[in-house]
T-cell receptor, first 115, second 114 residues
Framework: AQSVAQPEDQVNVAEGNPLTVKCTYS??????LFWYVQYPNRGLQFLLK??????LVKGSYGFEAEFNKSQTSFHLKKPSALVSDSALYFC?????????????FGAGTRLAVHP | KAGVTQTPRYLIKTRGQQVTLSCSPI?????VSWYQQTPGQGLQFLFE???????NKGNFPGRFSGRQFSNSRSEMNVSTLELGDSALYLC?????????????FGPGTRLTVL
């Protein structure tokens, strides 16, 4: 069965410092991996995805993620955190069953960036 | 281009009632997926529609149903509401039903069952 784990419920970072939000996955075959962000009372906003190719993926708002096949990880990173980055972050894997659209999400990690 | 829209944004119902939620996808998108978000269970896949056909369904009881119209707009229906159905219901659309395609989410409908 395909699954996603986000081992940290919350990550605390000082503004200006680099941030990392961790994600590991378990899939059969090649994974399609996604990061979304959710602000209070809002839907999910797409940040970036890995389908194939370069292991370092760049996305919106200065975020990037590194795909590591041997460690089955897809950690989200940003070189310099902003207070406005404080939100709930979700890692997801696309369930490749007949090519249908079905995202399996991790539990989410709350990022708190302190001034 | 307008994003995914969902109506209504908020709903309050009582146990035993039924409810219909609506989703309008991004123009040109033919796939619509529905997810339920709760504090306890997180984000869970409900079902996906593509070209008016249900392509995939999650592990939810038959009280949860949906449909898609020829203009790709979608509705989901929950009958005989239970307290546990209180959740944020999110709709997402994408161009195709390919798992590599990005799903874009609407703002959600917050359903409260009393």
């Amino acid at each position: 069965a395909q699954s996603v784990a986000q081992p940290e419920d919350q990550v605390n970072v000082a503004e200006g410092n680099p941030l990392t939000v961790k994600c590991t996955y378990s899939v059969s075959g090649n994974p399609y991996l996604f990061w979304y962000v959710q602000y209070p009372n809002r839907g999910l906003q797409f940040l970036l995805k890995y389908i194939t190719g370069d292991n370092l993926v760049k996305g919106s708002y200065g975020f990037e993620a590194e795909f590591n096949k041997s460690q089955t990880s897809f950690h989200l990173k940003k070189p310099s955190a902003l207070v406005s980055d404080s939100a709930l972050y979700f890692c997801a894997v696309s369930a490749i069953s007949g090519g249908y659209n079905k995202l399996i999400f991790g539990a989410g990690t709350r990022l708190a960036v302190h001034p | 281009k307008a994003g995914v829209t969902q109506t209504p944004r908020y709903l309050i119902k009582t146990r035993g009632q039924q409810v219909t939620l609506s989703c309008s996808p991004i123009s040109g998108h033919r796939s619509v997926s529905w997810y339920q978000q709760t504090p306890g269970q997180g984000l869970q896949f409900l079902f996906e529609y593509f070209s008016e056909t249900q392509r995939n369904k999650g592990n939810f009881p038959g009280r949860f149903s949906g449909r898609q119209f020829s203009n790709s707009r979608s509705e989901m229906n929950v009958s005989t509401l239970e307290l546990g159905d209180s959740a944020l219901y999110l709709c997402a659309s994408s161009w195709t039903s390919d798992g590599a395609d990005t799903q874009y989410f609407g703002p959600g409908t917050r359903l409260t069952v009393l």
